[in-house]
């Protein structure tokens, strides 16, 4: 009798491999109008670990982000979370699942209190639901699990304060609240550190350790100092394709990434 391994499709996970990824992607592409912004890239996030992806302007990770993510349908190829293909299913169906993703951009309510933005995250994890006709006695059993959060993100101290009045870093780690919020197994990152200034880049990279912790992190970044302190292992993507993989000391001492990074010139 045949093996399983034996009629598996090439690039199949075994089962013992499945069950140590939390995240895969299998030849993922993704074609724009004839352009292929991401071509046959594979890539596997291990269960636990924090997990970088590269690369300079232009290499198609915010694309792959986007398809891991489920932002955008890849074109070809699969997507697996915790060994099930998610490949076609809804963002919001992916993240009743565990997989939950912040933006490059703050998504949070400006003119909502810092509190009030973790209870609104909190009311689809209990719910409730978006429904902000509801009354504050209703949604008052929240608050205690809102403020357990914010203190884990180090911002309890500005619990009542309107979000629009946080500094750039403390925004960043609301949105980081308001993503635990949603319980998340996986969670993906994009640019957590765009846009900062050296003195918030340090408080939410020992963040997003701290949340790390029983989770497994993807992340989109282009600060290499924060990728080198945070990341197990590191995807560097070049012109939609992988072009190297592993340890931060592997990758940077990789000729090819030099050459990617610096200007080398592409035969």
Known sequence: MATIAAVAPPGANSAADITDKAL??????KVFGGFAAVKDVN?????GSIHALIGPNGAGKTTCFNLLTKTLTPTRGRILLDGEDISRMRTSD???RGLVRSFQISAIFPHLTVLENVRVALQSSFGTGYQFWRSLRAVAPLNQRAEELLEQV????????????????????????????????????????AGMGHEDIEPITELIKRVAVGRTVLLVEHNLSVV????????VLQHGEVLAEGSYQEVSNDQRVVEAYMGGIDE
């Open 24 to 29: 895969v992607g299998e030849g993922l592409t």
């Open 43 to 47: 890539l596997s996030v291990r269960r």
């Open 94 to 96: 992916v993240a009743r």
């Open 154 to 193: 180090g911002i309890q101290d500005n619990r009542d304060s309107p979000a629009a009045a946080l500094s750039y870093g403390k925004k960043r780690a609301l949105e980081i609240a308001t993503t635990l919020a949603l319980e998340p197994r996986v969670m993906l990152l994009d640019e957590p550190t």
């Open 228 to 235: 080198s302190t945070l990341c197990d292992r590191i995807t």
